[in-house]
T-cell receptor
Framework: AQSVTQLGSHVSVSEGALVLLRCNYS??????LFWYVQYPNQGLQLLLK??????LVKGINGFEAEFKKSETSFHLTKPSAHMSDAAEYFC????????????FGTGTSLTVIP | EPEVTQTPSHQVTQMGQEVILRCVPI?????FYWYRQILGQKVEFLVS????????KSEIFDDQFSVERPDGSNFTLKIRSTKLEDSAMYFC????????????????FGPGTRLTVL
């Protein structure tokens, strides 16, 4: 079974500081990888995804993530945090061509300190 | 911009009662999903639906649950006899292509329905 681990259920950064949210997966086959963001009282919004090709993917709002097969990781970064980045972030994986079941991590709540 | 909508935003029910959670997926999408998120826990897959039938379901999706696309726009999740442990946020999602394929497989999520079972 798939497993997604997000280290740190709560992360606090100062405005303007680097944001790093960690995601590791367990799979012998490289999965498709996703980061979703959830703002208060809203649904999940796709930030970025990796399926094939370039391992560094850029998403919306200045976020990017790098797929590292050797580390089974897909960490999310943003060079400079903004107050509007405060939200819940979820990493998710799916095995290609095996169905429609997403496996989500437990989420990381990002707080941005002014 | 098209979006997935869900009603109601909050549903309170008594244990043993039936509830129906409603979703309107994005109009040109063909694949539909339900997820749930128990407070403080991860988002969990319940079921996927394509071509008027269930294509995949998790072990959570037992006989108490059913899904239906009663018309061309709505996609519903029914819980026949609610239990306390069914209290959660339920998310509907839709996509153009299957989640496990490449291309337009992005799942668009609705804002969720918070179900509280008393």
């Amino acid at each position: 079974a798939q497993s997604v681990t997000q280290l740190g259920s709560h992360v606090s950064v100062s405005e303007g500081a680097l944001v790093l949210l960690r995601c590791n997966y367990s799979s012998s086959v490289p999965p498709y990888l996703f980061w979703y963001v959830q703002y208060p009282n809203q649904g999940l919004q796709l930030l970025l995804k990796y399926t094939t090709g370039a391992t560094l993917v850029k998403g919306i709002n200045g976020f990017e993530a790098e797929f590292k097969k050797s580390e089974t990781s897909f960490h999310l970064t943003k060079p400079s945090a903004h107050m509007s980045d405060a939200a819940e972030y979820f990493c998710a994986v799916i095995l290609p061509n095996t169905g429609n079941q997403f496996y989500f991590g437990t989420g990381t709540s990002l707080t941005v300190i002014p | 911009e098209p979006e997935v909508t869900q009603t109601p935003s909050h549903q309170v029910t008594q244990m043993g009662q039936e509830v129906i959670l409603r979703c309107v997926p994005i109009s040109n999408h063909l694949y539909f999903y339900w997820y749930r998120q128990i407070l403080g826990q991860k988002v969990e897959f319940l079921v996927s639906f394509y071509n008027n039938e269930i294509s995949e379901k998790s072990e959570i999706f037992d006989d108490q649950f059913s899904v239906e696309r009663p018309d061309g726009s709505n996609f519903t999740l029914k819980i026949r006899s609610t239990k306390l442990e069914d209290s959660a946020m339920y998310f509907c999602a839709s996509s153009e292509a299957p989640a496990g394929g490449i291309g337009r497989n992005e799942q668009f999520f609705g804002p969720g329905t918070r179900l509280t079972v008393l």
